[in-house]
């Protein structure tokens, strides 16, 4: 699975977007992008994915650049109840299980 | 009650001592998966079953062993407890659908094991 570079933290207001960039510069024509959060010691709760078109739910949107190198999840309205830990994950559909590899992923604190 | 539950929430135990650790869902996922999450890291896979009686290693199996001889559980056991294993342990269970990408990940809440 290709790996992914994420910041370790950052910052947002409270009602405004928060942006999560993420590189996979690596990644493979049969991967995928996937989002997670973690919050306060929760056990990591699935966002969104995609493949190639942006996507969006009832959570948050998922931008992938047209060259898949980079993805950037967006929550329109943040909240404080958003203040976790993103992991932004590539794999492919068949790899060996759907084993998921996490890195440290993005702290985000939502200040009021 | 549905869903992925795993106990017990809290332990401690020692060195050497063998200690079990369970985890339950009422899904009838395939999938189930154990991490491993240490102090200011991201979660490392132990071991994973793609269905009953069928395992295999993560990235950390060492000092490790699993089981899976029904598909709603899925018990991780420290044979030998080390320091080392001092962590926060999160099962997780998924159901992919054939030609799919929706192979989401559900996790339980956790079990925070100390070893002294």
């Known amino acids: 699975d290709a790996k992914t570079t994420q910041p370790p933290s950052m910052d947002c207001a409270e009602g405004r977007a928060a942006n999560l960039p993420c590189n996979h510069s690596?990644?493979?024509?049969?991967?995928?992008v996937y989002w997670y959060r973690q919050i306060h010691s929760q056990g990591p709760q699935y966002i969104i994915h995609g493949l190639k078109n942006n996507e969006t739910n009832e959570m948050a949107s998922l931008i992938i650049t047209e060259d898949r190198k980079s993805s950037t999840l967006i929550l329109p309205h943040a909240t404080l109840r958003d203040t976790a830990v993103y992991y932004c994950?590539?794999?492919?559909?068949?790899?060996?299980?759907?084993?998921?590899?996490f890195g440290a992923g993005t702290r985000l604190f939502v200040k009021a | 009650d549905a869903g992925i539950t795993q106990s017990p929430r809290y332990k401690i135990t020692e060195t050497g001592r063998q200690v079990t650790l369970m985890c339950h869902q009422t899904?009838?996922?395939?999938?189930m998966f154990w991490y491993r999450q240490d102090l200011g890291h991201g979660l490392r896979l132990i071991y994973y079953s793609a269905a009953a009686d069928i395992t295999d290693k993560g990235e950390v199996p060492d000092g490790y062993v699993v089981s899976r001889s029904k598909t709603e559980n899925f018990p991780l056991t420290l044979e030998s407890a080390t320091r080392s294993q001092t962590s926060v342990y999160f099962c997780?269970?998924?159901?992919?659908?054939?030609?799919?990408?929706?192979?989401?990940?559900?996790f339980g809440p956790g079990t925070r094991l100390t070893v002294l």
């Open positions: 690596t990644i493979s024509g049969n991967e995928y």
């Open positions: 899904w009838s996922h395939s999938y």
């Open positions: 997780a269970s998924s159901d992919p659908l054939a030609g799919s990408s929706y192979n989401e990940q559900f």
């Open positions: 994950i590539v794999r492919a559909l068949n790899t060996g299980g759907f084993k998921t590899i």
